[in-house]
């Protein structure tokens, strides 16, 4: 009788075992065959994706720069060059030879990982920029970056790194680690219009990747220089007066071409050191009277030119009357239009017309020459 129920509870037991090894069989098959129609990796796949999109939606200037970590040197070089008037030539940057303290907040957060290039994580990798806004000042930089964030396949620095012309020393691992991540199809861009008349900027931006394109935003350079002229007056109301500053002596009317603010006009020449090393087909200039007067027409030509779709288009803007250029249209779940800042559409302070016709007139032959170069006419007279 005692044997008989051991027979039973031990029979028992092995169905109980077969079952669950049934089952287990079951389950493992199941998963391999939705894994092998791909619907295992769907759904963390939706997620990653919109993980990424609500990161995107994230504002770059804390995000992206706050991932910083200082890194090893791996281009040495010498000391980076700066223009005689660094004030006039620079924008966002605290201290020369020092990075924004806005840069450097959260410098630790990725020291365990590696040096190695690319660096990822969860919303995408760090890459080198394939694009870059080198130029010029006071041209409408700002605005262009700021339309072409719009476009969901690009992601841009929202502060001015300054690598090539003042923290090149710091090496190529260092600049990359300010870029912001990106998936793949995504293009990530900076934007530093003091590039384009740093001597050693092409060689260096060519050393990272001769490929790169290069978007060079200009305008009428007298019109930059009284514009140039007023943010510096604006930070230092101090400062000599515009016609003291553009003109060696005001008998003769010479032009000082050792002011920034003249010198940053001077398109041609500073083109000429850009085309040692990059081919004009690597270029796009963009007019920056036209970005005001026709913002969606000259955005059509930079998606082009980075080989997007068109996305940003002109039902983004509407034209701003009081601060005189487009702002953008306000976004979904956001209770105001996007503006540039205060900063932007200051008031210029009243130059005497002999001044102005003096500097149209030095300015007309490199003009001409730069419209040859370029293979546009701006129509600045």
């Known amino acids: ?62 995000r992206v720069l706050d991932e910083l970590r200082p890194s090893p040197r791996l281009l040495p070089d010498a000391q980076s060059q700066r223009n005689r008037s660094g004030s006039a030539d620079a924008e966002q940057v605290d201290t020369p030879g020092q990075f924004p303290q806005h840069m450097l907040e959260s410098a630790n957060e990725e020291s365990a990982q590696s040096n190695g290039i690319p660096v990822s994580n969860t919303f995408g990798t760090k890459r080198f920029p394939q694009a870059i806004i080198i130029g010029v000042k006071k041209g409408g930089t700002r605005a262009l970056l700021e339309f072409l964030r719009i476009h969901p396949d690009v992601r841009a620095v929202g502060a001015e790194p300054h690598f090539f012309d003042r923290f090149y020393d710091k090496g190529l691992e260092w600049y990359r680690n300010l870029m ?18 740093t001597k050693e900027a092409p060689s260096r931006v060519c050393t990272m990747n001769c490929q790169t394109k290069l978007i060079v935003v200009v305008r009428d350079p007298v019109t930059r220089a009284v514009s140039d002229y007023t943010q510096t007056l604006s930070k230092n109301p101090g400062l000599p007066s ?17 002011w920034s603010a ?53 039902k983004h ?65």
């Open 180 to 197: 912001p991540r990106t998936l793949d199809g995504q293009i990530t861009m900076e934007k530093t219009p003091s590039y384009f008349v």
């Open 262 to 314: 003249v010198r940053i006009g001077l398109y041609a020449k500073h083109l000429e050191n850009w085309l040692q090393h990059f081919p004009l087909s690597h270029f796009l200039f963009v007019s920056g009277e036209r970005l005001v007067s026709d913002p969606a027409g000259e955005m059509g030509r930079v998606q082009d030119f980075l080989g997007l779709k068109r996305v940003v288009s002109d």
């Open 1 to 62: 009788m005692g044997c008989s129920g051991c027979r039973v509870r031990f029979n028992f037991g092995k169905v109980l075992s077969k079952v669950s090894v049934f089952f287990t069989m079951v389950l493992i098959f199941t998963y391999f065959f939705y894994c092998l129609t791909g619907f295992c990796d769907s759904a963390p796949r939706t997620l990653y994706r919109q993980q990424v999109s609500d990161y995107d939606a994230l504002d770059d200037h804390r």
């Open 317 to 381: 803007f509407y034209f701003n009357q009081t601060k005189g250029f487009p702002c953008l249209k306000k976004p979904e779940g956001s209770s105001r239009p996007r503006c540039l800042g205060k900063s932007k559409g200051r008031p210029h302070p009243q130059i005497p017309s002999e001044v102005l016709q003096r500097l149209r007139d030095f300015y007309r032959p490199f003009n001409h020459r730069f419209y040859q170069m370029s293979g546009q006419d701006f129509g600045w007279e």
């Open 242 to 258: 515009f016609q003291s500053l553009a003109l060696k002596n005001s008998t003769t009317g010479l032009i000082d071409t050792t």
